[in-house]
């Protein structure tokens, strides 16, 4: 048993100490409520067909790199300035990794909103209600994974961490289900692949919402998660 | 004076020797007063052969009291009372047939502020193997002065003015004359209080360096106030307050993920 689960984490010695850890988790939270927006617009143009939703995300992937940027500059800083260890340090080594899970998700929303556009110029399909919902699951999990960030909560993380599964059975079923138009009609080839790849960054978003999990249960306990997943394919 | 027999003599217990591996030392349920006052509570702590131990805790909390038990130093200040085994290669080291002359040869130590004797450099490391006659001539000397020196890594300085004052060497290469002195008479473990706290950052890390190398020859304690150094150096830490072992564990766990709460606020900074 960690003692890091016995209650909240005390103040520093050193106030400006406390202050720097304060800003690279606010440069976090600030990152995720960004990169959560963007997978709801996404989601919201893969849902509706919105064109401008997808160039909203589009237009706004330079703030996550630009707070990506300035995590990773803060945090070396504070490495250097302040050596931390213990809990200070896991919290300082995770923010860099995390930032990193929240950047990739970002691009993955970006390549979303590209291929929505790309879609509206093509034969109109309708987008498969599994696609819409599994988009939904990711959004969520965007979320709440952010929630048990803020929260320091290793359990709801955990909760976050098994949600996975769903989203991957999603991206099972909408291939198998894009499959099939495919067959039936060669000329919805084109569009079904755009759809095929839209689905596939919807899953590697919830795989990364996995991987923040991972190293939200690192922060806290400083061991890492047991991986073995029973259902894992 | 009665009859002094070396501590290499004493007969092993039939606990110590059924460990696996027996640690170099041992101290189980140490309690020390100086006067009235409890300095140490129950303290139990292993030192493994060849490896580096390292005391932290804020000042007062006895680690450098638990120190100078290691090599009875604490015997020379009055009032002050030791209760509790500690042994050396399972051996009590305060059984009263032990000399502690020849204790202190088997644990040497090296202290805070570097004390070299107003002597020459030669005369400095040749001192103590002279008094417990370990060479029998000046050739001898000379050899034990020179691996000394080679082991504490100041020879390439100071082998062309052996004869100079030991106190005309700078703080770090006092620091190292201290440490050749100590190797000098071939001690088993070497007890470091605070070695570095009064040199600067390049004589530090020399020292740092020394300690890793002097680690395949000797078992080395060190008490330490700066974290950082106690993470580069051991392979174990411990830490202390208010007299009590609070953890003792492997320096990478006790740095990255301890157990106990006071030992997170100590190393983090949150304590007070």
Same mark, same amino acid.
């Given at each position: ?233 | ?12 217990? !039939? ?73 050396? &290669? ?51 000397? &000379? !050899? ?12 390439? !300085?100071?082998? &062309? ?38 040199? &600067? ?72």
């Amino acid at each position: 048993m960690s003692m890091s689960e016995s209650g909240p984490i005390k103040k520093h010695l050193v106030r400006a100490y406390d202050d720097d850890i304060e800003q690279i988790t606010r440069l976090i939270t600030e990152m995720g409520a960004i990169v959560e927006q963007q997978v709801a617009f996404a989601t919201q143009a893969l849902a509706e067909g919105d064109e401008h939703a997808a160039r909203t995300v589009i237009d706004r992937d330079p703030q996550v790199d630009a707070l990506e940027e300035r995590l990773d500059q803060t945090a070396i800083r504070v490495l250097a300035i302040r050596q931390p260890m213990a809990i200070d340090l896991r919290i300082i080594a995770m923010a860099l990794k995390i930032s990193n899970d929240l950047e990739r998700m970002g691009d993955y929303a970006v390549n979303i909103a590209k291929r929505v556009i790309r879609l509206q110029s093509q034969t109109r399909i309708r987008p498969i209600p599994t696609m819409v919902m599994m988009s939904e699951m990711c959004q969520e999990m965007v979320k709440d994974i952010l929630d048990a960030y803020i929260a320091r909560d290793p359990d709801k993380a955990m909760a976050v961490w098994k949600r996975d599964q769903e989203v991957d059975n999603a991206h099972n079923s909408v291939f198998r289900e894009l499959l099939t138009y495919m067959l039936e009609d060669p000329r919805k080839i084109t569009p079904c692949i755009d759809l095929i790849f839209i689905a596939k960054n919807l899953e590697r978003i919830g795989d990364h919402a996995t991987n923040i999990a991972e190293k939200i249960h690192y922060m806290i306990h400083g061991h890492e998660i047991n991986r073995s997943r029973d259902d894992e394919q | 004076m009665a009859t002094a027999i070396k501590v290499d003599d004493l007969p092993k217990t !039939e606990v110590q020797a059924a460990q696996r591996p027996a640690p170099k030392m041992s101290a189980r349920k140490v309690n020390l007063w100086y006067g009235q006052k409890q300095a140490l509570f129950d303290v139990d702590l292993d030192v493994a052969k060849n490896s580096v131990v390292a005391l932290i805790g804020p000042s007062g909390c006895g680690k450098s009291t638990f120190l100078r038990c290691l090599n009875r130093m604490n015997d020379t200040i009055d009032g002050c009372r030791v209760e509790g085994d500690i042994r050396l &290669d399972g051996r009590d080291i305060y059984d009263r047939s032990v000399d502690v002359v020849q204790l202190r040869r088997q644990v040497g130590m090296v202290f805070q502020k570097p004390n070299p004797f107003p002597k020459s450099i030669y005369e400095n490391v040749a001192y103590g193997p002279r008094i417990h006659g370990l060479a029998a001539n000046k050739a001898e000397f &000379d !050899e034990i002065v020179e691996t000394s020196l080679k082991g504490a890594g100041l020879w390439n !300085e100071v082998a &062309d003015r052996l004869s100079q004052p030991g106190n005309s060497l700078s703080g770090g290469q006092q620091q190292r004359l201290c440490i050749a002195r100590a190797i000098a008479v071939a001690p088993d473990v070497i007890l470091m209080d605070e070695p570095c706290s009064a040199l &600067d950052p390049i004589a530090t890390a020399k020292i740092e360096e020394l300690i890793d190398e002097l680690r395949q020859h000797f078992t080395i304690c060190i008490v330490t106030h700066n974290m950082q150094q106690a993470a580069r150096v051991s392979q174990k830490t411990a830490f202390f307050h208010l007299g009590k072992l609070i953890e003792f564990g492997d320096t990478d766990q006790i740095f990255t993920n301890p157990k106990q709460q006071m030992t997170q606020d100590y190393i983090t900074g949150r304590f007070g």
